[in-house]
């Protein structure tokens, strides 16, 4: 089980990945955004670490506050966050406006679904665990 702090009194939860690519790897800043149904990542990160739109699987539209807005999918060599190590994962390429806000990604909920999710808004603890589901014998 991983265990991460937060600031209640932010309204967001910030967390930490670490992203995998041709070129190296790279510590994000990302908000938990439950609202998010897959994982996005800022362009301009993907590509500085050797993603390009080329190697991109699919083309989706998101559809968001703004509107509906295109994103291409994009496997991952490997993807860290809140105790998981993902290798392959696909996450989408999106630019993350404005830039100023220090938003590098969104940790969507592909990463949520099938696990259990804690957050405590008065201690300011967020948990990520594995399901207690317990698989039947076969």
């Not at 559809?63 to 496997?75: D, K, V």
């Not at 909920?109 to 948990?127: A, F, K, P, Q, Y």
Request: net charge negative; charged share 15%.
């Amino acid at each position: 089980m991983w265990t991460g702090r937060f600031d209640p009194a932010e309204g967001v939860v910030w967390v930490t990945a670490r992203v995998f690519g041709p070129l190296g790897d790279r510590y994000l800043n990302c908000i938990l955004d439950t609202g998010t149904p897959q994982t996005i990542l800022d362009t301009a990160i993907l590509d500085s670490l050797g993603y390009s739109a080329q190697m991109g699987t699919r083309v989706v539209n998101l559809s968001g506050i703004g509107g509906r807005l295109p994103a291409y999918e994009l496997p991952m060599a490997r993807f860290e966050t809140m105790g998981l190590i993902l290798s392959p994962f696909a996450v989408l390429s999106q630019d993350i406006v404005p830039a100023n806000l220090g938003v590098e990604g969104l940790i969507g909920m592909d990463l949520v679904i099938g696990r259990i999710l804690t957050i405590d808004g008065e201690r300011g603890t967020i948990s990520l665990g594995p399901s207690r589901s317990v698989p039947s014998p076969d």
